[in-house]
């Protein structure tokens, strides 16, 4: 008899947490993946990133906290787009130190997003604005199309 408070309040919770919007799953994936591309997660991060796009993912943010420093993002813009929310793009600007010149350096990324059962995945980034090091191949990781 005890149980069956417990199941009922177990079952609701489940309710609640299937009704999770579509903004704020974006929400989660956009402040989650830039959370832990900041500080250096790039195994949680990837996790985030479309399967067919985790190489390339991997590969441009091979030299994050080699090459370069991250100081700070900010998050500034995000929106759904589609008939049933299935896409959207965010844009988020790092603040990051060249390791080479000890400089601070600026760039924006437009990050393209796609819904899947359990949230976005990341498709796409490319600079919108600023210094276009940040999303660069290290040489090292290029290919002959590359270069």
């Not at 100081?71 to 995000?78: F, G, L, R």
């Not at 990324?109 to 490319?126: A, D, F, H, P």
Request: hydrophobic share 40%.
């Amino acid at each position: 008899m005890r149980a069956l408070p417990f199941v009922a309040l177990l079952a609701l919770s489940g309710c609640v947490f299937n009704n999770v919007s579509a903004e704020e799953k974006l929400r989660d994936s956009v402040v989650g993946l830039n959370e832990e591309v900041r500080w250096n997660r790039l195994d949680l991060a990837t996790a985030r990133v479309d399967p067919e796009f985790r190489g390339q993912f991997r590969r441009t943010h091979a030299d994050w906290h080699r090459g370069f420093e991250i100081a700070d993002h900010e998050i500034v813009d995000v929106a759904v787009a589609g008939e049933d929310r299935e896409r959207a793009t965010s844009f988020v600007t790092f603040r990051w130190y060249d390791m080479r010149t000890m400089l601070v350096e600026e760039t924006t990324l437009k990050q393209e997003w796609r819904r899947t059962i359990n949230g976005y995945w990341l498709v796409s980034e490319s600079v919108t604005d600023g210094n276009d090091r940040l999303l660069e191949i290290p040489e090292r990781l290029r290919t002959d199309e590359e270069e």
